[in-house]
């Protein structure tokens, strides 16, 4: 399993601790910057790691700016991509069980860090549930 994870400076920080989490639990992880907390663009590391997954470079992704929703947006933008701004360990359940999302979007700002690491693990333990959700997951990918 690769990830690939991605931030702008106001998500850096805490990108950085998503990947230590991250290769603590032996996944590798393909990190697409940002490399310090100077200012830089969300949508082009957005673009960046939603197109990473749509190239089978990573099998998941995560992506974070400072409130996620920034950064969320552009990762959608990318034909394939499911990308879901989970503030709660709630919503990366469901994420993963009805929406199957392929890359998780956290807020640097608004997200303190061990509640982000409990929702990185909710959603990749969680199982996506198919069934009528399959054909909504269906309906996305086609736009
Ligand atoms: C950068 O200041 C900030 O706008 C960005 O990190 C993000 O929150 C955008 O949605």
Not at 35 to 63: M, N, W
Not at 95 to 124: F, S
Request: proline content about 1%; charged content about 25%; aromatic content about 4%.
């Amino acid at each position: 399993m690769k990830i690939a994870v991605a931030s702008d400076h106001g998500g850096y920080v805490l990108k950085e601790a998503v990947k230590a989490h991250l290769i603590e639990k032996n996944i590798e992880v393909i990190d697409l910057g940002t490399d310090s907390e100077g200012s830089v663009d969300y949508p082009t590391f957005g673009k960046a790691c939603g197109e990473a997954i749509a190239d089978g470079k990573a099998d998941l992704g995560v992506v974070v700016c400072g409130t996620g929703i920034g950064i969320s947006i552009a990762a959608n933008k990318v034909k394939g991509v499911r990308c879901g701004l989970c503030t709660s360990v709630e919503m990366a359940r469901l994420t993963k069980q009805h929406n199957n999302a392929n890359i998780l979007a956290l807020g640097g700002r608004t997200t303190e860090e061990n509640l982000a690491m409990e929702i990185v693990d909710t959603w990749l333990n969680t199982e996506f549930e198919g069934g009528r959700h399959q054909r909504r997951v269906d309906m996305l990918d086609q736009m």
